[in-house]
Protein backbone atom coordinates (compact mmCIF):
# COMPACT_ATOMS: atom_id res chain seq x y z
CA UNK A 1 0.00 0.00 0.00
CA UNK A 2 1.94 3.47 -1.23
CA UNK A 3 1.60 6.11 1.14
CA UNK A 4 1.82 9.36 -0.59
CA UNK A 5 1.52 11.29 2.59
CA UNK A 6 2.90 10.04 6.19
CA UNK A 7 0.43 8.50 8.54
CA UNK A 8 -1.83 8.50 5.35
CA UNK A 9 -3.66 5.43 4.30
CA UNK A 10 -3.77 5.05 0.61
CA UNK A 11 -6.56 2.67 -0.68
CA UNK A 12 -8.81 2.35 -3.70
CA UNK A 13 -11.48 2.54 -2.01
CA UNK A 14 -13.43 2.95 1.48
CA UNK A 15 -16.57 1.36 2.25
CA UNK A 16 -18.19 3.35 5.55
CA UNK A 17 -20.39 0.49 7.28
CA UNK A 18 -20.32 -3.07 7.85
CA UNK A 19 -23.82 -3.67 7.24
CA UNK A 20 -25.51 -5.78 4.79
CA UNK A 21 -24.27 -3.24 2.15
CA UNK A 22 -20.69 -2.93 3.60
CA UNK A 23 -19.98 -6.70 3.61
CA UNK A 24 -21.48 -6.84 -0.02
CA UNK A 25 -19.46 -3.97 -1.14
CA UNK A 26 -16.38 -5.12 0.58
CA UNK A 27 -16.72 -8.55 -1.22
CA UNK A 28 -17.56 -7.31 -5.07
CA UNK A 29 -14.39 -4.22 -4.67
CA UNK A 30 -12.27 -7.10 -3.44
CA UNK A 31 -12.76 -9.54 -6.12
CA UNK A 32 -12.01 -6.29 -8.82
CA UNK A 33 -8.90 -6.85 -7.57
CA UNK A 34 -9.24 -2.96 -5.38
CA UNK A 35 -6.74 -2.29 -1.97
CA UNK A 36 -10.70 -1.64 -0.09
CA UNK A 37 -11.41 -1.44 3.37
CA UNK A 38 -14.63 -0.80 5.60
CA UNK A 39 -14.65 1.60 8.52
CA UNK A 40 -17.42 0.32 10.82
CA UNK A 41 -18.25 2.86 14.28
CA UNK A 42 -19.36 -0.82 16.11
CA UNK A 43 -17.10 -3.39 17.35
CA UNK A 44 -18.61 -6.09 15.17
CA UNK A 45 -20.24 -6.66 11.47
CA UNK A 46 -24.36 -6.00 11.81
CA UNK A 47 -25.29 -2.43 10.75
CA UNK A 48 -28.74 -1.85 11.64
CA UNK A 49 -28.94 -5.52 13.27
CA UNK A 50 -25.24 -4.98 15.36
CA UNK A 51 -27.73 -1.97 17.16
CA UNK A 52 -31.10 -2.63 17.51
CA UNK A 53 -30.70 -5.79 19.62
CA UNK A 54 -33.91 -5.01 21.70
CA UNK A 55 -36.68 -7.43 22.80
CA UNK A 56 -38.28 -8.66 19.89
CA UNK A 57 -36.21 -6.99 17.11
CA UNK A 58 -37.22 -9.03 14.00
CA UNK A 59 -37.26 -8.44 10.39
CA UNK A 60 -40.62 -7.79 8.91
CA UNK A 61 -39.48 -9.26 5.31
CA UNK A 62 -39.51 -12.95 5.05
CA UNK A 63 -36.07 -14.93 6.55
CA UNK A 64 -36.14 -16.89 2.42
CA UNK A 65 -36.15 -13.68 1.06
CA UNK A 66 -34.23 -11.38 3.02
CA UNK A 67 -30.66 -12.53 2.62
CA UNK A 68 -28.41 -12.95 0.23
CA UNK A 69 -28.40 -14.00 -3.20
CA UNK A 70 -24.83 -13.41 -4.76
CA UNK A 71 -23.15 -16.97 -3.32
CA UNK A 72 -25.41 -20.30 -4.69
CA UNK A 73 -23.23 -21.84 -1.56
CA UNK A 74 -24.46 -19.51 0.54
CA UNK A 75 -27.77 -20.10 -0.08
CA UNK A 76 -27.73 -23.94 0.22
CA UNK A 77 -25.78 -23.63 3.53
CA UNK A 78 -27.50 -21.12 5.94
CA UNK A 79 -30.58 -22.60 7.11
CA UNK A 80 -33.12 -19.66 8.32
CA UNK A 81 -35.42 -21.19 11.06
CA UNK A 82 -38.41 -19.05 11.45
CA UNK A 83 -40.90 -17.30 9.13
CA UNK A 84 -39.66 -14.15 10.07
CA UNK A 85 -35.81 -14.12 11.34
CA UNK A 86 -35.09 -12.27 14.71
CA UNK A 87 -32.36 -10.07 15.36
CA UNK A 88 -30.00 -12.73 16.91
CA UNK A 89 -30.06 -15.22 13.81
CA UNK A 90 -29.59 -12.10 11.27
CA UNK A 91 -26.93 -10.99 13.49
CA UNK A 92 -25.65 -14.56 13.24
CA UNK A 93 -25.77 -14.50 9.83
CA UNK A 94 -24.06 -11.75 8.78
CA UNK A 95 -21.33 -12.97 11.02
CA UNK A 96 -21.04 -16.05 9.28
CA UNK A 97 -20.97 -13.82 5.99
CA UNK A 98 -18.25 -11.99 6.90
CA UNK A 99 -16.26 -15.28 8.23
CA UNK A 100 -17.11 -17.21 5.39
CA UNK A 101 -15.86 -14.46 3.03
CA UNK A 102 -13.04 -13.33 5.10
CA UNK A 103 -13.91 -9.80 4.99
CA UNK A 104 -12.79 -9.16 8.77
CA UNK A 105 -9.36 -8.54 8.18
CA UNK A 106 -10.94 -5.71 5.42
CA UNK A 107 -12.71 -3.68 8.52
CA UNK A 108 -11.52 -1.17 11.05
CA UNK A 109 -14.14 -1.92 13.93
CA UNK A 110 -14.61 0.75 16.37
CA UNK A 111 -13.70 3.81 13.62
CA UNK A 112 -16.49 6.15 12.25
CA UNK A 113 -16.22 8.28 9.38
CA UNK A 114 -15.81 11.66 10.41
CA UNK A 115 -15.32 13.53 7.32
CA UNK A 116 -15.07 13.11 3.67
CA UNK A 117 -13.22 15.88 1.30
CA UNK A 118 -13.08 15.50 -2.12
CA UNK A 119 -8.81 16.76 -3.44
CA UNK A 120 -9.94 17.69 -7.22
CA UNK A 121 -5.94 17.97 -7.74
CA UNK A 122 -5.15 14.46 -6.34
CA UNK A 123 -8.35 12.79 -7.73
CA UNK A 124 -9.00 11.68 -4.38
CA UNK A 125 -11.50 11.44 -1.37
CA UNK A 126 -9.13 12.15 1.81
CA UNK A 127 -11.02 10.79 4.93
CA UNK A 128 -10.74 11.48 8.41
CA UNK A 129 -12.03 8.87 10.96
CA UNK A 130 -13.23 10.44 14.36
CA UNK A 131 -10.38 9.25 16.59
CA UNK A 132 -7.83 11.31 13.48
CA UNK A 133 -7.09 8.63 11.71
CA UNK A 134 -6.70 9.95 8.29
CA UNK A 135 -7.31 7.78 5.14
CA UNK A 136 -7.32 8.52 0.86
CA UNK A 137 -9.03 6.31 -1.82
CA UNK A 138 -10.18 7.40 -5.00
CA UNK A 139 -13.80 5.81 -4.09
CA UNK A 140 -15.72 6.39 -1.49
CA UNK A 141 -19.35 4.12 -0.92
CA UNK A 142 -21.38 4.97 1.65
CA UNK A 143 -23.22 1.93 2.66
CA UNK A 144 -24.00 3.60 6.41
CA UNK A 145 -27.52 2.59 6.58
CA UNK A 146 -31.25 3.95 6.01
CA UNK A 147 -32.20 3.84 9.70
CA UNK A 148 -29.49 3.90 11.10
CA UNK A 149 -29.35 7.62 12.73
CA UNK A 150 -31.29 7.79 16.08
CA UNK A 151 -33.37 10.06 16.97
CA UNK A 152 -33.90 11.03 20.92
CA UNK A 153 -36.21 13.67 21.22
CA UNK A 154 -34.96 16.19 23.88
CA UNK A 155 -37.26 15.64 27.44
CA UNK A 156 -37.27 18.74 30.31
CA UNK A 157 -34.97 17.54 33.04
CA UNK A 158 -34.26 13.97 31.60
CA UNK A 159 -30.96 14.06 33.50
CA UNK A 160 -32.94 14.16 37.01
CA UNK A 161 -34.45 10.71 36.28
CA UNK A 162 -33.23 7.86 38.76
CA UNK A 163 -33.82 4.95 37.01
CA UNK A 164 -32.26 3.65 33.84
CA UNK A 165 -32.55 5.03 30.10
CA UNK A 166 -32.83 3.27 27.39
CA UNK A 167 -32.64 3.23 23.43
CA UNK A 168 -34.16 0.73 21.23
CA UNK A 169 -31.60 1.30 18.58
CA UNK A 170 -28.59 1.41 21.09
CA UNK A 171 -29.90 -1.55 22.88
CA UNK A 172 -26.85 -2.81 25.52
CA UNK A 173 -25.48 -6.42 24.92
CA UNK A 174 -26.10 -7.73 27.97
CA UNK A 175 -29.65 -9.25 29.12
CA UNK A 176 -31.46 -6.15 30.38
CA UNK A 177 -34.02 -7.87 32.95
CA UNK A 178 -37.35 -5.65 33.66
CA UNK A 179 -38.73 -8.19 36.28
CA UNK A 180 -40.92 -6.69 38.89
CA UNK A 181 -39.54 -2.96 37.55
CA UNK A 182 -42.10 -0.09 36.23
CA UNK A 183 -41.18 0.68 32.90
CA UNK A 184 -42.67 3.32 29.72
CA UNK A 185 -41.92 3.16 26.47
CA UNK A 186 -41.76 6.25 24.49
CA UNK A 187 -43.36 5.32 20.89
CA UNK A 188 -45.23 3.42 18.90
CA UNK A 189 -43.08 2.70 16.08
CA UNK A 190 -42.00 -0.41 14.79
CA UNK A 191 -39.37 -1.06 17.24
CA UNK A 192 -41.74 -0.14 20.00
CA UNK A 193 -44.59 -2.59 18.66
CA UNK A 194 -42.15 -5.24 18.63
CA UNK A 195 -40.72 -5.11 22.28
CA UNK A 196 -43.87 -3.47 23.69
CA UNK A 197 -45.82 -7.23 23.95
CA UNK A 198 -42.41 -9.03 25.42
CA UNK A 199 -41.56 -5.97 28.13
CA UNK A 200 -45.07 -5.99 29.33
CA UNK A 201 -44.88 -9.97 29.94
CA UNK A 202 -41.76 -9.41 32.10
CA UNK A 203 -42.09 -5.68 33.85
CA UNK A 204 -44.41 -5.47 36.95
CA UNK A 205 -45.43 -2.35 34.85
CA UNK A 206 -45.25 -1.51 31.50
CA UNK A 207 -46.92 2.25 30.40
CA UNK A 208 -47.10 3.16 27.01
CA UNK A 209 -46.20 6.68 25.55
CA UNK A 210 -48.28 7.21 22.57
CA UNK A 211 -48.25 10.26 20.45
CA UNK A 212 -49.71 8.80 17.13
CA UNK A 213 -51.59 5.67 16.53
CA UNK A 214 -50.02 3.38 14.70
CA UNK A 215 -51.17 0.13 12.52
CA UNK A 216 -49.72 -3.04 12.62
CA UNK A 217 -50.28 -6.19 11.19
CA UNK A 218 -49.97 -10.03 12.83
CA UNK A 219 -46.76 -11.43 11.66
CA UNK A 220 -47.99 -15.37 12.71
CA UNK A 221 -44.73 -15.80 13.01
CA UNK A 222 -43.55 -19.68 13.01
CA UNK A 223 -40.69 -21.81 12.50
CA UNK A 224 -40.09 -22.40 8.51
CA UNK A 225 -41.71 -26.22 7.88
CA UNK A 226 -38.35 -28.17 6.77
CA UNK A 227 -39.35 -29.64 3.79
CA UNK A 228 -40.44 -26.00 1.87
CA UNK A 229 -37.97 -24.58 3.10
CA UNK A 230 -35.27 -27.25 1.35
CA UNK A 231 -37.74 -26.63 -1.78
CA UNK A 232 -36.54 -23.63 -1.58
CA UNK A 233 -32.80 -23.67 -0.69
CA UNK A 234 -32.53 -25.90 -3.79
CA UNK A 235 -34.34 -24.09 -6.02
CA UNK A 236 -33.29 -20.31 -5.16
CA UNK A 237 -33.21 -18.52 -8.70
CA UNK A 238 -36.41 -17.89 -9.43
CA UNK A 239 -36.86 -16.68 -6.10
CA UNK A 240 -34.76 -14.19 -6.43
CA UNK A 241 -35.36 -12.69 -10.09
CA UNK A 242 -39.41 -12.67 -9.10
CA UNK A 243 -38.25 -10.79 -5.92
CA UNK A 244 -35.30 -8.48 -8.22
CA UNK A 245 -38.17 -7.72 -11.20
CA UNK A 246 -41.29 -7.47 -9.14
CA UNK A 247 -42.96 -4.14 -7.90
CA UNK A 248 -42.35 -4.48 -4.14
CA UNK A 249 -39.25 -7.17 -3.44
CA UNK A 250 -41.21 -8.38 -0.67
CA UNK A 251 -43.09 -10.67 -1.68
CA UNK A 252 -42.24 -13.47 -4.37
CA UNK A 253 -45.89 -13.57 -5.82
CA UNK A 254 -47.19 -10.55 -7.17
CA UNK A 255 -50.39 -11.20 -9.28
CA UNK A 256 -52.61 -8.50 -10.30
CA UNK A 257 -55.25 -7.42 -8.11
CA UNK A 258 -58.27 -5.93 -8.29
CA UNK A 259 -59.22 -2.26 -7.22
CA UNK A 260 -60.77 -2.00 -3.99
CA UNK A 261 -64.15 -0.38 -4.62
CA UNK A 262 -64.61 -2.61 -7.51
CA UNK A 263 -64.90 -5.40 -5.69
CA UNK A 264 -68.44 -6.24 -3.67
CA UNK A 265 -67.66 -5.54 0.76
CA UNK A 266 -68.30 -8.83 1.26
CA UNK A 267 -65.07 -9.96 -1.52
CA UNK A 268 -63.25 -7.07 -0.52
CA UNK A 269 -63.68 -8.50 3.61
CA UNK A 270 -62.78 -11.77 2.61
CA UNK A 271 -59.57 -10.91 0.57
CA UNK A 272 -58.58 -8.52 3.91
CA UNK A 273 -59.14 -11.55 6.26
CA UNK A 274 -57.48 -13.89 4.41
CA UNK A 275 -54.50 -11.65 4.25
CA UNK A 276 -54.74 -10.57 7.85
CA UNK A 277 -54.90 -14.55 8.60
CA UNK A 278 -51.90 -14.81 6.64
CA UNK A 279 -50.02 -12.38 8.48
CA UNK A 280 -47.25 -9.56 7.47
CA UNK A 281 -48.01 -7.15 5.05
CA UNK A 282 -49.56 -8.41 2.30
CA UNK A 283 -52.45 -6.67 3.42
CA UNK A 284 -51.35 -3.23 1.55
CA UNK A 285 -51.25 -5.60 -1.58
CA UNK A 286 -54.45 -7.33 -1.78
CA UNK A 287 -55.62 -5.00 -3.80
CA UNK A 288 -54.10 -2.36 -6.48
CA UNK A 289 -54.91 0.94 -5.26
CA UNK A 290 -54.25 1.13 -1.32
CA UNK A 291 -51.65 3.55 -1.40
CA UNK A 292 -52.86 5.63 -4.38
CA UNK A 293 -56.52 5.92 -3.73
CA UNK A 294 -58.03 7.51 -0.59
CA UNK A 295 -61.26 5.54 -0.68
CA UNK A 296 -59.60 2.41 -1.11
CA UNK A 297 -57.24 3.00 1.43
CA UNK A 298 -60.48 4.07 3.64
CA UNK A 299 -61.47 0.58 3.28
CA UNK A 300 -58.10 -0.91 4.91
CA UNK A 301 -58.35 1.52 7.41
CA UNK A 302 -62.18 0.32 8.27
CA UNK A 303 -60.93 -3.22 8.16
CA UNK A 304 -57.81 -2.34 10.61
CA UNK A 305 -60.63 -0.32 12.70
CA UNK A 306 -62.50 -3.31 13.30
CA UNK A 307 -59.77 -5.41 14.46
CA UNK A 308 -58.15 -3.71 16.94
CA UNK A 309 -62.07 -3.18 18.09
CA UNK A 310 -61.98 -6.84 17.85
CA UNK A 311 -58.50 -7.41 20.10
CA UNK A 312 -58.62 -4.68 22.74
CA UNK A 313 -61.25 -5.30 25.28
CA UNK A 314 -61.75 -2.13 27.08
CA UNK A 315 -63.33 0.64 24.11
CA UNK A 316 -62.01 3.41 25.49
CA UNK A 317 -58.77 1.80 25.32
CA UNK A 318 -59.16 0.70 21.82
CA UNK A 319 -60.37 4.36 20.60
CA UNK A 320 -57.10 5.44 21.41
CA UNK A 321 -55.35 2.83 19.65
CA UNK A 322 -56.89 4.14 16.42
CA UNK A 323 -54.99 5.74 13.91
CA UNK A 324 -56.61 8.30 12.37
CA UNK A 325 -54.97 10.76 10.70
CA UNK A 326 -52.95 9.21 7.94
CA UNK A 327 -53.73 6.59 5.26
CA UNK A 328 -52.78 2.94 6.26
CA UNK A 329 -49.18 2.86 4.48
CA UNK A 330 -48.08 5.55 4.18
CA UNK A 331 -46.09 5.00 7.71
CA UNK A 332 -44.49 2.06 7.46
CA UNK A 333 -47.15 -0.49 8.48
CA UNK A 334 -46.00 -2.47 11.62
CA UNK A 335 -46.04 -5.89 11.71
CA UNK A 336 -46.08 -7.57 15.45
CA UNK A 337 -46.86 -10.63 17.65
CA UNK A 338 -49.51 -9.35 20.66
CA UNK A 339 -49.30 -5.83 20.40
CA UNK A 340 -53.08 -4.80 19.99
CA UNK A 341 -53.79 -7.91 22.74
CA UNK A 342 -51.04 -6.55 25.24
CA UNK A 343 -53.01 -3.74 25.91
CA UNK A 344 -55.59 -6.10 27.47
CA UNK A 345 -52.81 -7.09 30.32
CA UNK A 346 -53.79 -6.03 33.93
CA UNK A 347 -50.15 -4.30 33.76
CA UNK A 348 -50.37 -2.04 30.79
CA UNK A 349 -51.11 1.73 30.79
CA UNK A 350 -51.76 3.56 27.60
CA UNK A 351 -50.82 7.29 27.72
CA UNK A 352 -52.24 9.56 24.59
CA UNK A 353 -49.30 11.92 24.20
CA UNK A 354 -52.02 14.19 21.89
CA UNK A 355 -54.42 14.02 24.89
CA UNK A 356 -51.92 14.67 28.20
CA UNK A 357 -48.27 15.74 26.63
CA UNK A 358 -44.93 14.61 28.35
CA UNK A 359 -43.86 17.74 30.86
CA UNK A 360 -40.61 16.97 32.27
CA UNK A 361 -38.56 14.01 33.77
CA UNK A 362 -38.51 13.31 37.28
CA UNK A 363 -36.44 11.46 39.43
CA UNK A 364 -39.43 9.10 39.99
CA UNK A 365 -40.82 8.92 36.86
CA UNK A 366 -42.12 10.95 33.87
CA UNK A 367 -44.61 13.43 34.58
CA UNK A 368 -47.63 14.62 31.78
CA UNK A 369 -49.74 17.45 31.66
CA UNK A 370 -52.26 15.46 33.21
CA UNK A 371 -50.11 13.33 35.91
CA UNK A 372 -47.45 12.08 37.04
CA UNK A 373 -46.11 7.98 35.83
CA UNK A 374 -43.80 6.21 38.55
CA UNK A 375 -41.08 4.16 36.17
CA UNK A 376 -37.74 2.38 37.22
CA UNK A 377 -36.88 2.44 33.59
CA UNK A 378 -37.41 4.47 30.22
CA UNK A 379 -37.05 3.05 26.84
CA UNK A 380 -36.81 5.67 24.18
CA UNK A 381 -38.40 3.58 21.03
CA UNK A 382 -38.36 7.13 18.93
CA UNK A 383 -37.33 6.50 15.67
CA UNK A 384 -34.29 7.81 13.53
CA UNK A 385 -33.23 10.47 10.75
CA UNK A 386 -34.00 8.03 7.95
CA UNK A 387 -32.41 7.87 4.68
CA UNK A 388 -30.45 11.23 4.83
CA UNK A 389 -29.16 11.14 8.58
CA UNK A 390 -26.12 8.59 8.12
CA UNK A 391 -24.86 10.71 5.20
CA UNK A 392 -25.14 13.85 6.84
CA UNK A 393 -23.70 12.74 9.82
CA UNK A 394 -20.38 12.97 7.94
CA UNK A 395 -18.90 16.22 6.77
CA UNK A 396 -18.64 15.72 3.19
CA UNK A 397 -17.27 18.20 1.05
CA UNK A 398 -17.24 17.89 -2.91
CA UNK A 399 -15.47 19.86 -5.88
CA UNK A 400 -14.91 23.42 -4.80
CA UNK A 401 -15.16 22.48 -0.85
CA UNK A 402 -19.05 22.79 -1.60
CA UNK A 403 -20.79 20.85 1.21
CA UNK A 404 -23.13 17.93 0.80
CA UNK A 405 -25.01 19.45 3.96
CA UNK A 406 -25.23 22.77 2.11
CA UNK A 407 -26.49 21.21 -1.38
CA UNK A 408 -29.05 19.42 0.68
CA UNK A 409 -30.67 21.84 2.47
CA UNK A 410 -33.88 22.26 1.10
CA UNK A 411 -34.05 17.91 0.70
CA UNK A 412 -31.65 15.43 -1.09
CA UNK A 413 -30.19 15.55 -4.44
CA UNK A 414 -29.07 12.35 -5.80
CA UNK A 415 -29.05 10.90 -9.54
CA UNK A 416 -30.95 7.60 -9.42
CA UNK A 417 -29.94 7.69 -5.63
CA UNK A 418 -26.77 6.84 -6.19
CA UNK A 419 -24.47 9.82 -6.85
CA UNK A 420 -24.72 13.37 -6.67
CA UNK A 421 -23.36 16.03 -8.64
CA UNK A 422 -20.09 17.71 -7.61
CA UNK A 423 -19.32 14.41 -5.72
CA UNK A 424 -16.96 12.42 -7.86
CA UNK A 425 -16.60 8.89 -7.35
CA UNK A 426 -19.09 8.79 -4.27
CA UNK A 427 -21.37 6.33 -3.84
CA UNK A 428 -24.51 5.96 -1.36
CA UNK A 429 -25.75 2.67 -2.04
CA UNK A 430 -29.75 2.86 -1.18
CA UNK A 431 -29.49 6.62 -0.72
CA UNK A 432 -32.65 9.24 -1.34
CA UNK A 433 -34.34 8.80 -4.69
CA UNK A 434 -33.78 5.06 -4.76
CA UNK A 435 -36.41 2.19 -3.83
CA UNK A 436 -34.38 1.82 -0.24
CA UNK A 437 -36.86 1.57 2.31
CA UNK A 438 -40.33 0.68 0.45
CA UNK A 439 -38.16 -2.25 -0.80
CA UNK A 440 -36.37 -5.49 0.53
CA UNK A 441 -33.57 -3.49 1.27
CA UNK A 442 -30.93 -6.98 0.64
CA UNK A 443 -32.37 -6.99 -2.92
CA UNK A 444 -31.93 -2.82 -3.52
CA UNK A 445 -28.28 -3.27 -1.68
CA UNK A 446 -27.11 -5.98 -4.04
CA UNK A 447 -28.64 -4.19 -6.76
CA UNK A 448 -26.58 -0.84 -5.63
CA UNK A 449 -23.25 -2.40 -5.19
CA UNK A 450 -23.74 -4.73 -8.34
CA UNK A 451 -24.28 -0.91 -10.68
CA UNK A 452 -21.59 0.42 -8.50
CA UNK A 453 -18.45 -2.06 -9.12
CA UNK A 454 -19.83 -2.73 -13.03
CA UNK A 455 -19.55 1.35 -13.10
CA UNK A 456 -15.96 1.45 -11.65
CA UNK A 457 -15.35 -1.63 -13.83
CA UNK A 458 -16.35 0.51 -16.72
CA UNK A 459 -14.18 3.69 -15.69
CA UNK A 460 -10.93 1.38 -15.82
CA UNK A 461 -12.08 0.01 -19.43
CA UNK A 462 -12.29 3.34 -20.86
CA UNK A 463 -9.79 4.91 -19.23
CA UNK A 464 -11.49 7.18 -17.06
CA UNK A 465 -10.51 8.05 -13.25
CA UNK A 466 -13.63 10.01 -12.17
CA UNK A 467 -17.58 9.36 -12.44
CA UNK A 468 -20.22 11.61 -11.13
CA UNK A 469 -23.75 12.42 -11.96
CA UNK A 470 -24.66 15.49 -14.11
CA UNK A 471 -26.36 18.30 -12.91
CA UNK A 472 -29.33 17.85 -15.55
CA UNK A 473 -29.91 14.01 -15.18
CA UNK A 474 -29.81 14.63 -10.68
CA UNK A 475 -32.68 17.65 -11.28
CA UNK A 476 -35.01 15.34 -13.44
CA UNK A 477 -34.26 12.41 -11.45
CA UNK A 478 -35.24 14.40 -8.25
CA UNK A 479 -38.49 15.73 -10.19
CA UNK A 480 -39.37 12.46 -11.41
CA UNK A 481 -38.84 10.91 -7.41
CA UNK A 482 -41.29 13.48 -6.24
CA UNK A 483 -43.57 13.47 -9.26
CA UNK A 484 -44.57 9.32 -8.32
CA UNK A 485 -44.67 10.54 -4.70
CA UNK A 486 -47.09 12.56 -5.26
CA UNK A 487 -48.85 10.33 -7.36
CA UNK A 488 -49.33 8.43 -4.05
CA UNK A 489 -51.19 8.97 -0.67
CA UNK A 490 -47.80 8.95 1.30
CA UNK A 491 -47.18 12.43 1.16
CA UNK A 492 -50.27 12.89 3.03
CA UNK A 493 -48.81 11.38 6.49
CA UNK A 494 -46.23 13.14 8.81
CA UNK A 495 -43.78 9.96 8.11
CA UNK A 496 -40.17 9.87 8.89
CA UNK A 497 -40.82 8.74 4.59
CA UNK A 498 -41.32 12.25 4.62
CA UNK A 499 -38.67 13.48 6.98
CA UNK A 500 -41.24 14.77 8.96
CA UNK A 501 -40.19 12.91 12.36
CA UNK A 502 -36.93 15.55 12.63
CA UNK A 503 -37.59 18.92 13.17
CA UNK A 504 -36.51 21.16 10.82
CA UNK A 505 -36.02 18.23 8.15
CA UNK A 506 -37.30 19.60 4.49
CA UNK A 507 -40.43 17.44 3.71
CA UNK A 508 -39.35 15.68 1.00
CA UNK A 509 -40.57 11.99 -0.25
CA UNK A 510 -37.18 10.14 0.64
CA UNK A 511 -37.19 6.91 -1.47
CA UNK A 512 -38.41 5.87 -4.49
CA UNK A 513 -41.71 4.48 -4.85
CA UNK A 514 -41.89 4.00 -8.64
CA UNK A 515 -41.17 -0.30 -7.88
CA UNK A 516 -38.09 -2.21 -7.57
CA UNK A 517 -37.87 -3.75 -10.71
CA UNK A 518 -38.93 -0.39 -12.76
CA UNK A 519 -36.18 1.15 -11.24
CA UNK A 520 -33.29 -1.81 -11.92
CA UNK A 521 -35.01 -1.52 -15.31
CA UNK A 522 -34.01 1.71 -15.77
CA UNK A 523 -30.57 1.23 -14.37
CA UNK A 524 -29.65 -1.12 -16.62
CA UNK A 525 -31.22 0.96 -19.57
CA UNK A 526 -28.91 3.96 -18.40
CA UNK A 527 -25.44 1.41 -18.28
CA UNK A 528 -26.07 -0.01 -21.33
CA UNK A 529 -26.46 3.18 -23.02
CA UNK A 530 -22.87 4.10 -21.96
CA UNK A 531 -24.09 5.37 -18.32
CA UNK A 532 -26.27 8.22 -19.91
CA UNK A 533 -26.45 11.07 -17.27
CA UNK A 534 -22.81 10.24 -15.81
CA UNK A 535 -19.76 12.41 -16.81
CA UNK A 536 -17.02 9.89 -16.82
CA UNK A 537 -13.37 11.85 -16.93
CA UNK A 538 -9.74 11.15 -17.58
P1 LIG B 1 -40.52 5.16 14.05
O1 LIG B 1 -41.33 4.31 13.19
O2 LIG B 1 -40.06 6.48 13.54
O3 LIG B 1 -41.30 5.36 15.42
C1 LIG B 1 -40.92 6.32 16.35
C2 LIG B 1 -42.02 6.47 17.36
O4 LIG B 1 -41.59 7.40 18.35
C3 LIG B 1 -43.30 7.04 16.75
O5 LIG B 1 -44.38 6.41 17.37
C4 LIG B 1 -43.21 8.51 17.12
O6 LIG B 1 -44.45 9.16 17.19
C5 LIG B 1 -42.58 8.41 18.47
N1 LIG B 1 -41.96 9.68 18.86
C6 LIG B 1 -40.96 10.33 18.23
N2 LIG B 1 -40.67 11.46 18.88
C7 LIG B 1 -41.52 11.53 19.92
C8 LIG B 1 -41.72 12.47 20.95
N3 LIG B 1 -40.99 13.59 21.01
N4 LIG B 1 -42.65 12.21 21.86
C9 LIG B 1 -43.40 11.10 21.78
N5 LIG B 1 -43.27 10.17 20.83
C10 LIG B 1 -42.34 10.39 19.91
O7 LIG B 1 -39.18 4.40 14.50
P2 LIG B 1 -38.98 2.86 14.81
O8 LIG B 1 -37.63 2.68 15.36
O9 LIG B 1 -40.10 2.32 15.59
O10 LIG B 1 -39.05 2.21 13.41
C11 LIG B 1 -38.20 2.64 12.37
C12 LIG B 1 -38.17 1.65 11.28
O11 LIG B 1 -37.24 0.65 11.62
C13 LIG B 1 -39.42 0.89 11.04
O12 LIG B 1 -40.30 1.50 10.20
C14 LIG B 1 -38.92 -0.40 10.44
O13 LIG B 1 -38.68 -0.20 9.08
C15 LIG B 1 -37.64 -0.61 11.12
P3 LIG B 1 -45.01 9.99 15.92
O14 LIG B 1 -45.53 8.95 14.98
O15 LIG B 1 -43.84 10.75 15.35
O16 LIG B 1 -46.04 10.86 16.49
Known amino acids: MANEQENVEALDAVVAGAGFAGLYALYRLRAMGLTVRALEAADDVGGTWYWNRYPGARCDVESMAYSYSFSPE ?11 AGQPEILRYLQHVAERFDLRPLIRFRTRLAAAHYDEAGGLWRLTTERGGRLAARFLVMATGCLSQPRVPPIAELETFAGRIYRTSQWPHEDVDFSGLRVGVIGTGSSAIQCIPLIAAQAAHLTVFQRTPNFSVPAHNAPLEPAARRALMDNYPPFRKALREGFTSLLPEETPQP ?7 EER ?7 WEEG ?28 IREIVHDPAVAERLLPRDFPLGTKRLCVDTDYYATFN ?13 IVAATPAGLRTSAAEHAL ?17 AVDIRGRAGRRLADDWRDGPRMYLGLMAAGYPNLFAITGPGSPSVLSNMVVSIEQHVDFVAELIAALGARGA ?14 AHVAEVAQGTLYPQANSWYMGSNIPGKPRVFLPYVGGVGPYRRKCAEIAAAGYAGF ?4
Not at 79 to 84: G, M, Q
Not at 269 to 275: D, K, P, S
Not at 465 to 478: H, I, S
Request: aromatic content about 8%; glycine content about 4%; hydrophobic content about 45%.
Open 269 to 275: ERRYRAA
Open 465 to 478: RTVEAQAAAQDAWV
Open 74 to 84: LEREWVWTERY
Open 280 to 307: GIKLMFCISDGITSKPANDTLVKFMHDR
Open 376 to 392: DSLVFATGFDAVTGALL
Open 345 to 357: RPNVTLVDLRATP
Open 259 to 265: AALELAP
Open 535 to 538: ELHA
